[in-house]
């Protein structure tokens, strides 16, 4: 059993940053990857950042690349999702998820992650 706790969600002007945690606890050597989702109001939940439990293998969904970056700390057993120069259509729910199950590349689909966080809330307005 995995336990993921989101904390860092918030309001934020357009333009802004906001950084994520996903402090995970239980069985943490059983996971293979961490991922970083969202939903929005009226969307499907979709892949932000995932990374590999050994950090090698990273996925960038393409509205993301050069303005989001994600990171790891495995003595914290801690995933990091810092937000840079956020938009308006990044409001959404953000959630963290475990996979377990796949280890032979960085799963990026919502199905393949068997644990979740509660999600946090941001919201990017002015």
């Known amino acids: 059993q995995l336990q993921l706790v989101e904390s860092g969600g918030g309001l934020v002007q357009p333009g802004g940053s906001l950084k994520l945690s996903c402090a995970v606890s239980?069985?943490?050597?059983?996971?293979?990857?961490i991922g970083w989702f969202r939903q929005g109001p009226g969307k499907e939940r979709e892949a932000v950042l995932c990374i590999s439990r050994t950090a090698r293998s990273i996925y960038y969904a393409d509205f993301v690349k050069g303005r989001f970056t994600i990171s790891n700390d495995n003595a914290k057993n801690t995933v990091y999702l810092q937000m840079n120069s956020l938009k308006p259509e990044d409001t959404a729910v953000y959630y963290c998820?475990?996979?377990?199950?796949?280890?032979?590349?960085?799963?990026?689909?919502?199905?393949?992650?068997?644990?979740w966080g509660q999600g946090t809330q941001v919201t990017v307005s002015s």
């Open positions: 239980g069985f943490t050597t059983d996971y293979h990857a």
């Open positions: 998820a475990a996979s377990t199950e796949v280890d032979t590349y960085t799963p990026s689909e919502p199905d393949e992650y068997d644990y």
